[in-house]
């Protein structure tokens, strides 16, 4: 009893940190912790929840995850191949484009709310366990610094019914798995994993078999493909495996479900999107690169590029550099004002495209001289409150340049009575 006394709050500790899938375990051991505390009313102030203390993490950030399979210097099966120049190329230019390689794990527990992660990632991981992974792309890898996950299929490794020359051998893996690698699932022997579709079946004398499985008998196959094929790779190289690659992106409810009870926490897809804070743990979507689809790795990386900064970019100009008028935080004397900027610092300025916005009134017609690079309108409609907002915008070479500025109204004594009094009667102020 003893013992049980302390591992109770440690397991509710855990509980707690995990994400929401864990909460039956959390209610199947609640009525175990009330007994302690009715039964010896001594140790109730123990019975104070612990703390728990959660990082805040950012939840706009935003990851996109690539899947490579060989990489060879002469591409034969563009499907699956790349060569080692690309490769290296695209690991340059995510470095290039701010984005921040993290570990699979990091992704996960940031999905979590235990860890931050920066606003723009990738995850790199490489799928069925080839050696030039080992030898080629391990050493590109090392040279970003840059961490990532191998999706092995057991049988697949050198050994296995599946695993030919070009296979990774269980010591490489060990190798990668002694530095940091990690190393996750991807079946037994990577067939589409629903009930009654096309399989192959190798024989214990190596002759294979083309079937279709239904009822207890697919029941054994799929079990060893999703569970078994976890723990076969946790024991060959003594580790935890908690995301699994299902082959081919092919699978269903009862999978996932087969999937989720065999601890793992994560599924992958490879239909490519970036990962946001709440997409679904069992359907991440990676992009699987291929040698003659380039551009669906320049298009994974401006999806984050361009997804994580909310609207089209819009280069913000500073209003002091426009020359307006009248000035940033500058207060005029008439509710009639003139406003002015120069856009001739700006760049070459779309005819057509100027547009300007004061607060209160909405788009007013201002005017705009090429000439000068003038932007002016002179307010007919009296402003109200004690203070404007200008907003103007335009385009100059493709891209949209805006600039805020806010000027403050203090009419005085030079106003008239009726003035005041109006704008007592409109409160306009935020
Ligand atoms: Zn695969």
Not at 145 to 166: D, K
Not at 307 to 329: F, I, K, M, R, W
Not at 392 to 408: D, P
Request: charged share 20%; with cysteine.
């Amino acid at each position: 009893m003893m013992i049980r006394f302390a591992i109770i709050p440690l397991l509710l500790a855990l509980n707690f940190s995990m994400c929401k899938r864990h909460e039956s375990a959390a209610n199947s051991s609640q009525p175990a912790t009330s007994s302690p505390a009715a039964g010896s009313p001594a140790v109730a102030p123990a019975a104070s929840p612990p703390k728990i203390t959660k990082a805040v993490v950012d939840q706009t950030a935003q990851t996109i995850i690539f899947c490579y399979h060989r990489l060879v210097d002469k591409v034969r099966y563009p499907g699956t191949e790349i060569t080692p120049a690309d490769f290296e190329a695209q690991m340059k230019l995510l470095k290039d484009s701010g984005i921040t390689v993290i570990s699979m794990q990091d992704l996960l527990a940031w999905k979590r709310g235990e860890k931050n992660i920066p606003p723009r990632c990738a995850v790199i991981s490489f799928d069925d366990g080839w050696k030039s992974q080992y030898e080629v792309a391990w050493p590109i890898m090392k040279k970003f610094g840059y961490p990532f996950t191998m999706f092995i299929y057991t049988e697949g490794v050198r050994g296995g019914s599946l695993g030919g020359g070009e296979a990774i051998t269980w010591e490489q893996l060990a190798d990668m798995r002694d530095n940091g690698v990690d190393i996750e699932a991807h079946s037994a022997t990577h067939q589409d994993l629903r009930e009654g579709h096309n399989i192959m079946l190798a024989a214990p004398g190596g002759k294979k078999t083309r079937t279709k499985l239904n009822g207890p008998e697919y029941q054994k196959w799929v079990q060893n493909e999703v569970v078994g094929s976890k723990e076969l790779l946790e024991q060959r190289l003594g580790i935890k495996a908690n995301c699994f690659a299902v082959p081919f992106g092919n699978y269903n409810e009862h999978v996932k479900e087969l999937a989720r009870n065999a601890g793992f926490e994560a599924m992958f897809t490879v239909y490519g999107q970036p990962i946001t804070y709440t997409s679904p743990l069992d359907s991440l979507g990676r992009y699987a690169i291929e040698a003659n689809k380039p551009k669906v790795f320049v298009d994974a990386v401006k999806m984050i590029s361009t997804s994580s900064g909310g609207a089209s970019a819009v280069a913000e100009v500073g209003a002091a550099n426009l020359s307006t008028q009248p000035a940033d935080g500058e207060t005029v004397r008439t509710a009639l004002p003139l406003i002015k900027a120069n856009l001739s610092r700006v760049g070459a300025i779309e005819p057509g495209s100027v547009q300007m916005r004061v607060s209160g009134l909405g788009v007013v017609p201002v005017s705009y001289d090429p000439n000068t690079g003038t932007a002016s309108y002179q307010v007919t409609q009296k402003l109200r409150g004690t203070s404007s907002t200008v907003i103007l915008s335009a385009k100059s070479e493709g891209k949209k340049v805006e600039a805020h500025w806010t000027f403050g109204i203090d009419v005085g004594a030079a106003a008239p009575a009726s003035a005041a009094a109006k704008a007592t009667t409109t409160p306009k102020k935020k």
